[in-house]
C-alpha cells in the first residue's frame, strides 16, 4: 500500500468515525480499519517482506495511521457514549407481574405473633385435644365438683364425662403428667363455651396457655415474663397492673391489664375510658394441680397465664364483632 | 354487688377521694367504679307549701305559694293532686336540670307564671313513683340543698366481685378490706335487743330434717309491729344498691343483708297453721307458689322452710306468696337461717331462680353471722317499726362450724412472691383482716368463717400477697430452665402449608368445629359422629369429620358477598369416634375454588377455575414432601361422577378432591361450580421422602427435540408419556408437555399435544443420529398404540 493510499484510507476512516452514531457502528469500523482482515493489519504483516529501508518508513506510516484511527474510535466511542440515547420509555406505573397472593386468617396470624415471642425465649410448644374428659378441663385443674363452670349452661357435653375444653389449661395437666421440672411451655389451641353467638361472644375462640414449672419459680418470674411479652408485643412503652384475681387452678392468681395502646392510657370508648386493657389472666399454679399430677408442690413451684386470641387481635385491629372470625369474609380476611 | 359510699364512711374511717378508694379496692382484687348516685339536684331545695289555691283559670291545677327559705314567699302553679297546703316537698327552682335534660325555667301557665316546679320522686330519680309530689319529711330545714338533706351527696360503688369472695357481697365485709389497706379499725353497728317478756320458745319451736344442707336455723318472733314506709335513709341505701323498697320490715331485712352479708327473711307470723318451723326436702313433684306468683314444681334438690303442715318459703332462695309480710302484718316470723351452698345451687338450677339471698348462700355465707344479723335486724325493727321483740332466739345450730385453722410459714410466702417481707408484717396484715393469728417460727392462723375461700396456706399466702400490693412485688426477667424447645412437627407443617397456599393466592380461613347435621348428612351418611348433648342451636350440634360442609358455607357466604373469585383453605380439626373415651382427632387440609381469576393483574386473562388450578396447588403441596400428585377416578357422595378423584401421592391415597355434586351445591344454595380438595395431614406427611440425596451435575450437554402429534379426544397423557418412555432409552431425560391444542386444524374429535423431549448421557455428548433413532421409534409406537399422527 502505497503513502496515498494510507492518506486515502485515512481520510475516510475519519470522516466516517466523525459520523458514528451509535456504539455498533463503532465497533463495526474499528473490524474494518484495525481488525485482523483489516488493510493496515496486512500493512504491518507483510513487513517483513519489504526491503530494508522502506520497511521502517512504512512501518512508521502505518503505525502512525494506526494511532490516529485509534484516538479517533476513542473519540467517536465517548461522542456516541454521551449522546442522548433514543429509548422507548417504559411506562412504570404499570402494576408488576405477579400472582395474587392470598393471607393468613387472623387468628393464625395473632398465635404465630405471639408464639414465636414466646419461643424465643425458650417455651416449647404443646398441643392438646379439644375433646376432653371432664377430669382433666376440670377436676385436676382444682374446679370443685359442683363448680358453676361445669355447669350445662356453660360447657358442651358429649358424653357424662366428656366435654370440649373450655380454655387450654388441661394442656398443663397432660404436659406435666408426661414429664417432670423443668417444663416450660406454651399451648395455643381451639376452645369452647356454650354460649349464645353474638357479637362479642363466640361458641368456639382460640386461647394461648403458657407455664413454667421449675425449682424456685416465683411471682415475680410470672410478672417479669409477661412485662416482657406484652414490651415486645404491643409495644416497649406499654405498662402492665397485675390486679389480685381468681382462678380455681392458680393462687395467688391475678389479672393483667396493659395501659391502653389506643390511647396511651389517657382514655378512650375501647379502654372503657379506664386507661387499661385487661388482656390475660394468670397465676402461681395452685398446689392441689400439683397434687393430681404427683409433683411435690414444696420442691417445685410455678406460674400459667392463659390470653384469648380474639380479645387481643380485636383490641390490636379496633375489630368490634367476633363473629367476622368464623364468617371468612374474604372482604374481612384480605384486610389483615 | 353495689353499695353506697357513704355508709362505707360510717363503718371505716378513711381519707380517700372516691376515684382514689375504687382504683386501691381494684388493685386489692375487689375490682370497682363509681358513679354518682343522683344526677345533678343544683337548684333543687326543700320548700313548705304555705298556701294552695285552684288556679283561676284552669281548674285542674293548683296555685300555690311555697317558702323556699327567702324573703317572700314563691309562686308556683303544681297540677300534683296530692299538693296541700303544710306539706314539705323538694321544688325545682329556675336553672335546675331534671333527669339531665329537662330545665327548668319561670313560665306562664294560664296567666299565673309559676317560678319553678315541684318534683315527685321519679322526677329526682330517686324511684319510678310519679304518682304525686314528693312528700318529705317535717323535720327537714326549708330552703336546703335537696341533695343535702336526702342525703343523696353519694356515690354508687359498683363491684364485680370474683367468686371467692362472698364475704364482700356486704357493706362490712368491703369496709374491712379498706381497713386492711388503710390500717383502720372497722366500726360495727351496735346491737342492743330491747325484749319483752313472753318467750319466742313459746310462739315457735325450730325443727331441721337436714342439718347438712340446713346447719342452722334461728328466728325471732316480734309483736305488734306497725307496717309502713321504711324511713329515707333506709330507702337511700337500697336505692344506692339497686334494691325496691317495700315496706319497714321488709327493707330492714335486705338492709341488714347489705349490712352484714346475712340474708334474713320476714314471715307472716299469722300466717303460720303451727306454731313451728320445719326445714326439710320437698318432695318430688311437690307444688309451692313462691312471692312473685309464680307457681313452680319442686323436686328434692329444693329445701323448703315449712310451719309443719304447708310450705312458706324456698329455703335460702325466695318466699312464699302468702307468708309475705304486708300492711296487714301484726305479728312477724325473722328467719336467719344458713344453708349450704350446694344445696342452694341445685336449687336454683332447677328451680331457675335467682335473688340477693339465693347469691350469697351460693357464694357462702358466714355461719357464726346468724344471731348478730337477726338481733341488728329486730332492733331496727323495734325502732322503726314499733314491734315488741319477744325473749330469746329460737336458734337450731345442731352442729357449729368451726373456723378453720392453718400453719402460714413465713419463709414459704417470700419464696414465692420473690417479696422480702417480714413475719410481723405478715402478721399485720393477717390481723387486719380479721384473721386470728398466734406468733410463732410458723404462724398458726385462725380462718374466720366469713372467709369460706381460704382452706389452705397458698390462700393466706394470695391473702398477704393482695394486701402487700401486688405491684410491689419485683419483676424478674431472668429464668433458669431447660435449652430444649421443640416444635411441634404437626404445627410445623401447617405452617409450610399456610406459606404454600398463600402464596399460590389461596385465603386462610377459620370455621366452627360444630357443625349442621343437616349438611353434613348431605355428603356424609351413615357414620358415627360425636354429638354435643346441650347445644346452643340445631343448626350447631356435631362436631365435624371433614371439612367439606364447613368450606361450602365459606364458599356460599362469599358468592352472596359479590366475591367472584373464592379461593380459601382451612387447616383444620376433625372428629372420628373409635368407640373410646375421646375420638380421634385428625387434621385436615381442605381447598376450595369457586368463580375465577377476575383479571387482578393485566398480564393474564380472566377465566373460570378449573379442576387444574386445584391440581396445580396439590402439585405444590406434594413438593413440600418431595413427591408428586396423581390423580386416579375414584366414586364420592361428594363430587360429580366424571370429576371425583383420590390424591395419590407416591402411590398412597391421602385425600380426595373433584367437582362438587350439582345435588349438593344446591343443597347448599351455591350456583356456582365449585371444586374441593381435602387431605389428611397426616397420611401427607408420611409420605415425606428422606433427604434428598446428592446427585452429580451433568458433564455433558443435552438435547432437546419437540414432538407435536394428533390423537383423539379420549386418549390421556399419562398413556402417551407412558409409550415414549417405554420406546425410549435411559438417556431420555425429561417429557414435558408444553402445548395442547383443539381446534379446526386438527379435526373434530383430535387433539393436537406437543412435548419437549431431552435427551441426556451421562457419560457422552449424544450423537443427532442417535437421538433421531430413537425419536423415529418413539413416533413409530405412538401411532402403533395411540394412532398418533406427527403433525408437520
Not at chain 1, 474510535?73 to 404499570?94: G, N, S, W
Not at chain 2, 451435575?697 to 417405554?726: M, N, Q
Not at chain 2, 399435544?753 to 431431552?758: G, N, P, T
Amino acid at each position: 500500500m502505497s503513502q496515498d493510499e494510507i492518506a486515502d484510507l485515512l481520510a475516510e476512516a475519519e470522516e466516517l468515525l466523525e459520523n458514528c452514531a451509535s456504539a455498533e457502528e463503532v465497533e463495526a469500523l474499528r473490524v474494518k480499519y484495525l481488525g485482523r482482515k483489516s488493510a493496515l493489519t496486512a500493512i504491518l504483516r507483510g513487513l517483513k517482506e519489504l526491503d530494508a529501508d522502506k520497511r521502517v518508513e512504512v512501518a512508521r506510516e502505518a503505525n502512525l495511521a494506526k494511532k490516529k484511527i485509534e484516538k479517533w474510535l476513542a473519540e467517536a466511542k465517548q461522542k456516541v457514549a454521551a449522546a442522548p440515547r433514543q429509548v422507548t420509555r417504559i411506562d412504570h406505573t404499570l402494576p408488576g407481574k405477579r400472582y395474587p397472593t392470598g393471607k393468613l386468617h387472623l387468628i393464625t396470624r395473632t398465635v404465630d405473633d405471639i408464639v414465636d415471642i414466646f419461643y424465643g425465649m425458650g417455651f416449647e410448644v404443646a398441643l392438646g385435644p379439644e375433646v376432653e374428659e371432664e377430669y382433666y378441663n376440670f377436676g385436676a385443674l382444682n374446679f370443685p365438683p359442683d363448680h358453676p363452670a361445669r355447669d350445662m349452661q356453660d360447657t358442651f357435653y358429649v358424653a357424662d364425662d366428656v366435654v370440649l375444653r373450655t380454655h387450654t389449661s388441661p394442656i398443663q395437666v397432660r404436659e406435666f403428667q408426661k414429664r417432670k421440672p423443668p417444663v416450660r411451655i406454651i399451648a395455643p389451641g381451639r376452645t369452647y363455651r356454650q354460649e349464645a353467638i353474638s357479637a362479642r361472644a363466640y361458641c368456639v375462640f382460640y386461647q394461648l396457655e403458657g407455664f413454667y414449672v421449675d425449682h424456685r419459680v416465683t411471682f415475680a418470674d410470672l410478672k417479669g415474663v409477661l412485662t416482657a411479652f406484652a414490651q415486645q408485643y404491643f409495644g416497649a412503652d406499654v405498662k402492665l397492673r397485675f390486679r389480685p384475681s381468681f382462678f380455681p387452678f392458680t393462687e395467688p392468681s391475678a389479672e393483667v391489664d396493659i395501659s391502653c395502646f389506643l390511647c396511651q392510657g389517657r382514655g378512650c370508648r375501647i379502654c372503657k375510658h379506664t386507661g387499661w386493657l385487661e388482656i390475660l389472666g394468670c397465676g402461681m399454679i395452685h398446689p392441689n394441680v400439683f397434687e393430681a399430677v404427683g409433683y411435690d408442690a414444696e420442691e417445685y413451684t410455678g406460674y400459667a397465664f392463659g390470653m384469648g386470641i380474639e380479645r387481643i387481635a380485636m383490641l390490636k385491629h379496633k375489630i368490634d364483632d367476633i363473629r367476622l372470625f368464623y364468617e371468612n369474609d374474604i372482604r374481612f380476611l384480605s384486610q389483615f | 354487688m353495689q353499695i353506697s359510699l357513704n355508709w362505707l364512711k360510717e363503718l371505716i374511717d378513711f381519707d380517700l377521694d372516691v376515684e382514689t378508694l375504687t382504683h386501691k379496692l381494684t388493685m386489692i382484687g375487689l375490682e370497682c367504679e363509681a358513679t354518682p348516685l343522683i344526677g345533678s339536684l343544683e337548684k333543687i331545695v326543700v320548700c313548705k307549701v304555705i298556701a294552695s289555691e285552684t288556679h283561676p283559670n284552669a281548674a285542674n291545677l293548683k296555685v300555690c305559694q311555697v317558702d323556699c327559705g327567702g324573703e317572700e314567699a314563691v309562686t308556683i302553679v303544681c297540677g300534683a293532686p296530692n299538693v296541700r297546703k303544710g306539706m314539705k316537698a323538694p321544688l325545682a327552682l329556675p336553672g335546675a336540670v331534671l333527669g339531665g335534660e329537662y330545665k327548668i325555667k319561670s313560665i306562664d301557665k294560664y296567666g299565673v307564671t309559676s317560678d319553678g316546679m315541684l318534683c315527685s320522686e321519679a322526677e329526682l330519680g330517686l324511684s319510678d313513683d310519679q304518682t304525686g309530689i314528693m312528700r318529705l319529711e317535717r323535720s327537714l330545714k326549708i330552703g336546703a340543698p335537696i341533695a343535702e338533706a336526702l342525703k343523696l351527696d353519694d356515690y354508687i360503688i359498683h363491684f364485680d366481685l370474683t367468686p371467692n369472695r362472698p364475704d364482700c357481697l356486704s357493706a362490712i365485709g368491703i369496709a374491712r378490706d379498706i381497713g386492711a389497706m388503710t390500717g383502720s379499725r372497722l366500726k360495727r353497728p351496735s346491737v342492743k335487743i330491747r325484749e319483752f317478756e313472753t318467750p319466742a320458745a313459746d310462739a315457735v319451736r325450730v325443727d331441721i330434717e337436714d342439718d347438712d344442707a340446713c346447719p342452722r336455723y334461728a328466728a325471732r318472733v316480734i309483736r305488734n309491729v306497725a307496717v309502713g314506709p321504711s324511713p329515707w335513709w333506709i330507702k337511700q341505701r337500697l336505692l344506692a344498691s339497686g334494691i325496691r323498697s317495700i315496706n319497714n320490715v321488709v327493707d330492714i331485712t335486705n338492709y341488714v343483708m347489705l349490712e352484714y352479708g346475712q340474708p334474713l327473711h320476714a314471715f307472716d307470723y299469722d300466717n303460720f297453721r303451727q306454731p313451728q318451723v320445719l326445714v326439710r326436702r320437698a318432695r318430688i313433684g311437690e307444688k309451692f307458689t313462691t312471692l312473685d306468683g309464680v307457681e313452680r314444681e319442686l323436686n328434692k334438690d329444693v329445701l323448703l322452710i315449712t310451719d309443719g303442715d304447708r310450705p312458706v318459703a324456698i329455703g335460702g332462695i325466695m318466699g312464699g306468696e302468702y307468708s309475705e309480710v304486708t300492711e296487714k302484718t301484726t305479728t312477724v316470723l325473722l328467719e336467719s337461717a344458713h344453708f349450704d351452698s350446694r344445696v342452694i345451687r341445685r336449687g336454683r338450677k332447677h328451680l331457675d331462680i335467682t335473688s340477693e339471698s339465693q347469691d350469697r348462700f351460693e357464694r357462702g355465707a358466714d355461719p357464726n353471722i346468724v344471731l348478730t344479723a337477726l338481733d341488728r335486724a329486730a332492733s331496727l325493727i323495734d325502732k322503726y317499726a314499733q314491734g315488741e321483740i319477744l325473749a330469746g332466739t329460737v336458734d337450731c345450730y345442731p352442729n357449729k362450724i368451726e373456723p378453720l385453722q392453718l400453719e402460714l410459714r413465713p419463709p414459704r410466702v417470700n419464696q414465692i412472691l420473690a417479696t422480702d417481707l417480714s413475719t410481723p408484717e405478715m402478721i399485720d396484715i393477717l390481723d387486719s383482716l380479721e384473721f386470728g393469728v398466734t406468733p410463732g417460727k410458723n404462724l398458726q392462723v385462725i380462718v374466720p368463717t366469713f372467709r369460706p375461700d381460704v382452706t389452705q396456706e397458698i390462700d393466706l399466702v394470695e391473702e398477704v400477697a393482695r394486701i402487700h400490693g401486688y405491684e410491689k412485688i419485683p419483676c424478674h426477667t431472668e429464668t433458669g430452665g431447660g435449652l430444649v424447645t421443640s416444635r411441634v412437627e404437626s404445627e410445623e407443617f401447617h405452617t409450610h402449608l399456610r406459606r404454600v397456599l398463600t402464596a399460590q393466592g389461596y385465603y386462610e380461613v377459620v370455621t366452627n368445629t360444630i357443625v349442621n347435621p343437616k349438611e353434613v348428612l348431605l355428603l356424609d351418611e351413615g357414620v358415627e359422629y360425636i354429638k354435643i348433648r346441650n347445644p346452643i342451636s340445631e343448626d350447631l350440634q356435631w362436631l365435624r369429620r371433614e371439612l367439606f360442609s364447613s368450606l361450602l358455607n365459606v364458599v356460599r357466604h362469599n358468592l352472596n358477598h359479590q366475591v367472584e373469585k373464592v379461593k380459601v383453605f382451612e387447616i383444620g380439626n376433625t372428629f372420628i369416634p373409635i368407640g373410646e373415651k375421646l375420638p380421634s382427632e385428625e387434621w385436615r387440609l381442605c381447598l376450595a375454588l369457586a368463580g375465577g381469576d377476575t383479571g387482578e393483574n393485566w398480564t393474564f386473562h380472566p377465566g373460570a377455575f378449573t379442576l387444574y388450578d386445584l391440581k396445580g396447588a396439590l402439585e405444590c403441596i406434594a413438593i413440600l414432601v418431595d413427591r408428586e400428585v396423581s390423580l386416579s377416578l375414584a366414586e364420592s357422595k361428594v363430587f360429580d361422577p366424571g370429576c371425583s378423584f383420590e390424591v395419590m401421592l407416591g402411590g398412597v391415597g391421602i385425600g380426595t378432591c373433584g367437582s362438587v355434586s350439582r345435588v349438593i351445591l344446591e343443597s347448599f344454595g351455591i350456583k356456582s361450580e365449585v371444586f374441593l380438595g381435602e387431605l389428611r395431614i397426616k397420611s401427607l406427611i408420611n409420605t415425606r421422602r428422606g433427604p434428598a440425596e446428592y446427585q452429580p451435575l451433568p458433564r455433558f450437554p443435552s438435547a432437546e427435540r419437540d414432538l407435536a402429534i394428533v390423537v383423539g379426544e379420549k386418549v390421556i397423557i399419562a398413556d402417551l408419556v407412558a409409550t415414549i418412555t417405554a420406546a425410549a432409552d435411559q438417556t431420555l431425560r425429561e417429557t414435558v408437555l408444553f402445548d395442547l391444542y383443539r381446534g379446526k386444524q386438527v379435526g373434530q374429535g383430535r387433539k393436537s399435544v406437543a412435548f419437549r423431549l431431552v435427551f441426556r448421557d451421562e457419560s457422552k455428548t449424544l450423537t443427532d443420529e442417535h437421538i433421531d433413532n430413537l425419536c423415529n421409534r418413539i413416533v413409530d409406537k405412538l401411532r402403533v398404540e395411540h394412532d398418533a399422527q406427527l403433525r408437520a
